[in-house]
């Protein structure tokens, strides 16, 4: 059977996967010639899909690994014709079978063959999205097992949007102090200046394509040092656990710079505002992984430690 005796066509009837209904998928192949076939089958899968890289070593040399594990969301299977899919060891023997004149296996006539599968949806369905480490992704497939051959296999993804809210957020006022809030490390202390610095948000919880504004405040012990702006920055960080190893990545999301001039002020005052992208993942989390956000407002001081003050952020 040469690879292009059979296409498929896998299409969703509506316009896209609703959490708490039925999603009713349409399977066709379409058989240009008579395929010998041990079983056609037809699926729906919504999973969680995490990796983690992690290293390993024999004593001389450090190997690097990507560790991937799923966790299923929702499943949905259907053999149309044949038998069920089989385990490795029996696929091996009926294949040798097959080579020698043997083998089970039945004919896909020519021509075109529909299946229609029916999946119910959970109600509490997360949206579908793609970050480094971490996706949550919803295929449906079709399948056919050859024998003694390279088995024909298509895949087609579906989303399932973010569900819109007509609910503002709750503002939830936050007022965070450095070093007393959120500490003033090692680094800091020997290679930053002597500052302290005050921020206060109108809000730590934020829809997608909202704005964070707030205020920095910022006091010199001594001489004031250059600093030559504020930067405020939208963070994404991911935590993955896949087959045992953890794993985390982070993100610079959106990154807004403040030119600051010379001044001989003991004080600092700056307003900011931050746009959250409407395009983005909120925060979420699953089996295996965690995603969240935080504001990072820091000073851009020349040949020293930029001191930083982290908040953490409720995208929704």
């Avoid at 909120?282 to 965690?290: I, V």
């Amino acid at each position: 059977m040469s690879r292009d005796a059979i296409e498929a066509e896998i299409t969703l009837d509506e316009s896209s996967l609703v959490p708490g209904e039925r999603a009713t998928l349409r399977f066709r192949m379409t058989a240009r010639e008579s395929v010998r076939i041990r079983g056609a089958h037809v699926s729906f899968a919504g999973f969680e899909e995490t990796k983690a890289v992690y290293t390993s070593s024999n004593g001389k040399t450090t190997t690097t690994h990507t560790a991937t594990e799923r966790n299923s969301l929702v499943e949905a299977r259907k053999t149309f014709k044949g038998q069920a899919p089989a385990g490795f060891l029996h696929n091996l023997a009926d294949g040798a079978k097959t080579l020698l004149g043997g083998g089970e296996h039945e004919e896909l006539p020519r021509g075109s063959h529909d299946v229609v599968l029916e999946v119910d949806l959970p109600a509490d369905l997360p949206e579908s999205f793609k970050a480094k480490k971490i996706r949550v992704a919803y295929e449906a497939s079709v399948h056919l097992d050859i024998p003694a051959g390279r088995d024909f296999r298509q895949t087609v993804t579906f989303d399932v949007p973010s569900a819109a809210s007509d609910e503002t957020p709750e503002l939830e006022a936050l007022t965070i102090r450095y070093p007393e809030d959120s500490g003033r490390g090692f680094f800091d202390s020997v290679f930053g200046p002597d500052v302290s610095m005050r921020v206060n948000l109108t809000t730590t919880v934020i829809a997608r394509g909202g704005r964070l504004s707030g205020e920095l405040e910022v006091r010199f012990k001594d001489k004031p040092p250059t600093i030559k702006a504020v930067v405020c920055s939208l963070i994404r960080r991911e935590k993955s656990e896949a087959r045992g190893h953890r794993d985390g990545h982070a993100e610079t999301l959106v990154s807004e710079r403040l030119p600051q001039r010379e001044s001989t002020s003991n004080s600092l005052f700056v307003a900011f505002e931050v746009r959250v992208p409407d395009e983005m993942i909120a925060d979420r989390s699953g089996a295996k992984f965690t995603l969240s956000h935080e504001l990072a407002v820091s000073l851009d001081v020349p040949w020293a430690k930029d001191p930083t003050i982290r908040i953490p952020i409720v995208v929704v």
